[in-house]
């Protein structure tokens, strides 16, 4: 059983980077076929991909976002990691990790994801 877990600030202020941290347990991030991924909602609004990185590290990200984001990863800590510049308050929402074999689902297909974290609320305010 795959385990997911956020972790990060859970306030930051406008112009400033967004940092936040998937821990994994009950896999490994390097050597399953998984695809590891970050979807957040907004207040009152659904839920929109942000990125994704999969298990040989490769990386995609939401192409309204990509010029703002960086996935990464720790394979000695199994982790990995989502980080968003130059935030604005229309970035505040509850992020997301999640897991699943196929790239279709991580970015599109939410709700048939094998894997969710409980999610994080992040708060972009001065």
């Known amino acids: 059983q795959v385990q997911l877990q956020e972790s990060g600030p859970g306030l930051v202020k406008p112009s400033q980077t967004l940092s936040l941290t998937c821990t994994v347990s009950?896999?490994?991030?390097?050597?399953?076929?998984?695809?590891w991924g970050w979807i957040r909602q907004p207040p009152g609004r659904g839920l929109e991909w942000v990125g994704v990185?999969?298990?040989?590290?490769?990386?995609y990200s939401n192409t309204s976002l990509k010029s703002r984001t960086s996935i990464s990863r720790d394979t000695s800590k199994n982790q990995f990691s989502l980080q968003l510049s130059s935030v604005t308050p229309e970035d505040t929402a509850v992020y997301y990790c999640?897991?699943?074999?196929?790239?279709?689902?991580?970015?599109?297909?939410?709700?048939?994801?094998?894997?969710w974290g409980k999610g994080t609320l992040v708060t972009v305010s001065s």
């Open positions: 999640n897991a699943d074999p196929s790239l279709l689902v991580v970015t599109s297909l939410f709700s048939t994801l094998d894997y």
């Open positions: 009950g896999d490994s991030i390097t050597t399953s076929f998984y695809v």
């Open positions: 990185i999969a298990y040989d590290g490769s990386t």
